[in-house]
């Protein structure tokens, strides 16, 4: 059987099929300003870069915040329980997801047969997560992509104290006004979204072993900062990104 | 100038025609417009009017015959109409920050402005303010004491970490005594203690009628939710003490024992049965009620309508002026952690709940405080899943839809599963 996910995210789009539970292939664009479109767009270009027809696809299931947007498919479910069902089809083992997306970050607590146990996610505002580490980079005039890499370079990170994503921003700028290294900003930027990472995974009671899903896991950065700070091995597959939709085709499985 | 006393008389025979007229209905909407009818024209008819606060002791008000009036249930109101941000903006631009009650916040704007759905509340002769909901609530009250220049009583209420010690008891006793004494200094006359009794059992009686309200919910399907609670909560919170509360949750309780009988649920598939912790979010009670239903879920019992007959354990309704002192130190709001989480354990068991819903309320500190805790020991007590979501109780700006949703969503994913549903 052919089953696919979409995961329409903030900032991204993905899309995911699976046949008889191997994964056939995945792809990531942009969302932009037309969710709905999107949605549709990643999943046409997938099932054409695999010379898929829709009707080879029994069933479709998408998530993510524009998951209601996407109107074609036959359910759309929660991140929380996509993320932590692609966690654990990609890896049995595991038993905590951490998801940083564009939005919002989560940490989600499985049972030993990949059922959600539990669940936190941020509160109201969006620091921490992936348009946060956007505004930095734009701050700093670093490509993102050339965070991670950076941030390992640095001798002292800095300090930054606000959990508003404006106020950190003036923290950054006024970082770099006063000569601070770049290398040390951005370690001081990741250690400060692993804190609020932590307090949320400690909250939920987070148990290893933890993977690392979303855009964000990309950032080697924030990893080795979210491994410093909780004290724990941090997985990340190579399919983080497109962890959800994943996750999303394989519940697409067993839809009734 | 001489005319005046005529056009007077004039109005006052309209008005108590048009309540005449409305007292014969029935339906809460009457009866509270009635009510609020004659709190604003009270000056004519010369009867007082004073401010309470919403877990204040009311009964020597309503044997005194003053009109008791709520700006918490104003609040309330005001949010239900969706005005709280508007009026929150107001206070803060008066110089309040935004870090405060939106309760507080807009009725203090309100007073200023007579805005809100019903153009203000009536002008009061006295203020009634109860510690025992929160300490917020002093500095609101004098604030307004020095606005309308009024009389302001404090009824300080210490908080009960465990029990209730004899220091207490005596302590909020001799308050009462206090009480009745401002009573009787600002309307000019005695206390009617024979009075007084009656008033005290009308009280225990409304607050056992609630009760019994609430515990229909019980059933299977539930004949009401805890979103039709927050709409029938209006007259135990404003008239407790006066007979129309009995006949108002006398017919209630008939109508609910009926749909129970027949088997009606108040939402059309009930499968999954949940608990509310704290104030409702008022300008989106009717949004989240719909998605619940959307998942089949409904919500059959909270901690917040519960907490006005939550104390009739400690009334003695023969003697109830010496046992209300007790009986309003010890409300939910005022007692430890620990208690709060045996008190939400057992709505969990009566009502046979698969879930706990908690509003982590921006604006009342008290209520949100302990939430956590309190999650945790539910949810190792009794296994059920718990979830927090962020908003305020009036402040539409402290809410988010997009995240309040997929909380929701993911939460309902978590018990459908479990329920093998």
């Not at chain 2, 009480?179 to 607050?207: H, N, P, T, W």
């Not at chain 2, 927050?230 to 609910?256: C, N, S, W």
């Not at chain 2, 430890?336 to 509003?359: P, T």
Request: proline share 3%; net charge positive; hydrophobic share 40%.
């Amino acid at each position: 059987m052919i089953t696919a996910g979409i995961d329409v995210g903030s900032i991204t789009a993905k899309a995911a099929v699976l046949a008889d539970g191997k994964i056939l292939g995945t792809r990531i664009i942009f969302t932009g300003y037309n969710s709905e479109a999107a949605g549709g767009k990643v999943y046409e270009e997938l099932l054409e870069e695999l010379g898929l027809e829709r009707s080879a696809v029994s069933r479709v299931i998408s998530t993510g915040y524009g998951r209601r947007s996407v109107k074609f498919v036959d359910k759309s479910m929660t991140e929380i329980i996509c993320h932590g069902t692609g966690a654990h089809y990609l890896n049995p083992r595991i038993r905590s997801v951490i998801d940083i997306g564009g939005q919002d970050s989560k940490v989600i607590v499985l049972d030993d047969k990949g059922k959600v146990k539990n669940f936190a996610m941020n509160d109201k505002c969006a620091a921490g997560t992936g348009r946060f580490l956007e505004v930095m980079a734009r701050a700093l005039e670093v490509d993102l992509d050339g965070f991670g890499a950076l941030s390992l370079k640095a001798g002292n990170p800095s300090g930054i104290s606000s959990l508003c994503t404006v106020f950190a921003e003036s923290e950054v700028i006024s970082l770099i006004s006063r000569g601070e290294r770049r290398e040390n900003i951005i370690a001081g930027i990741h250690e400060s979204i692993a804190a609020r990472i932590a307090a949320m995974a400690n909250r939920v009671g987070i148990i290893p072993p933890v993977v690392m899903t979303g855009g964000v896991a990309k950032n080697i950065g924030v990893v080795a900062a979210l491994q410093k700070k909780l004290e724990m091995t941090v997985e990340v597959s190579e399919y983080a990104q497109v962890n959800g939709a994943i996750g999303g085709a394989v519940l697409a499985v067993g839809l009734k | 100038m001489k005319k005046m006393p005529e056009i007077m008389l004039f109005f006052l025979a309209k008005i108590k025609k048009l309540i005449l007229h409305l007292r014969k209905k029935k339906r809460m909407k009457d009866i509270m417009m009635v009510y609020y009818m004659e709190a604003k024209s009270a000056r004519i008819s010369r009867r007082k009017v004073a401010w309470i606060t919403s877990g204040g002791p009311v009964e020597p008000l309503i044997a005194m015959d003053v009109i008791p009036v709520y700006p918490e249930n104003h609040g309330a109101m005001i949010g239900a109409s969706k005005m709280g941000t508007d009026l929150c903006e107001k206070a803060e631009s008066m110089g309040y920050s935004s870090d405060l009650c939106s309760y507080a916040c807009s009725d203090i704007a309100c007073a200023t402005v007579n805005g809100g759905p019903i153009g203000g509340l009536p002008r009061p002769d006295m203020l009634i303010c109860c510690n025992n909901i929160c300490g917020t609530v002093l500095k609101w009250y004098e604030i307004q004491a020095r606005y309308f220049n009024v009389p302001l009583f404090i009824f300080d209420t210490p908080f009960c970490h465990m029990g209730y010690t004899q220091e207490a008891r005596k302590y909020v006793r001799r308050q009462l005594d206090e009480y009745v004494i401002f009573l009787e200094e600002a309307c000019g006359r005695k206390m009617d203690q024979d009075r007084l009794k009656v008033v005290g059992k009308l009280s225990v009686e409304g607050q056992r009628l609630w009760q019994a309200v609430l515990d229909t919910a019980a059933n299977r399907p539930a004949p009401m939710t805890a979103f039709d609670a927050f709409y029938h909560l209006a007259l135990i919170v404003t008239l407790r003490g006066t007979p129309l509360v009995i006949d108002y949750y006398t017919q209630l309780l008939e109508k609910m024992k009926d749909r129970v009988a027949r088997g009606i649920g108040a939402i059309p598939n009930e499968r999954y049965r949940l608990l509310w912790d704290n104030i409702p979010i008022w300008p989106r009670t009717r949004w989240l009620s719909e998605k619940l239903a959307s998942h089949d879920a409904c919500l059959v019992a909270d901690t917040y309508t519960s907490a006005w007959c939550g104390t009739l354990k400690y009334i003695d309704e023969n003697n109830f002026f010496e046992s209300m002192a007790e009986a309003y130190t010890r409300i939910y709001l005022n007692i430890g952690i620990d208690e709060m989480a045996r008190i939400v354990l057992a709505l969990v068991d009566k009502y046979k709940v698969d879930g706990l819903l908690m509003h982590s309320n921006r604006s009342c500190k008290p209520y949100s405080l302990g939430q956590y805790d309190i999650r945790k020991i539910v949810e190792k007590e009794r296994g059920i899943p718990c979830m927090i979501i962020e908003a305020d109780m009036l402040d539409e700006r402290s809410f988010s839809e997009s995240q309040v949703s997929t909380r929701i969503d993911a939460f309902m994913e978590i018990i459908k599963e479990r329920k093998g549903g």
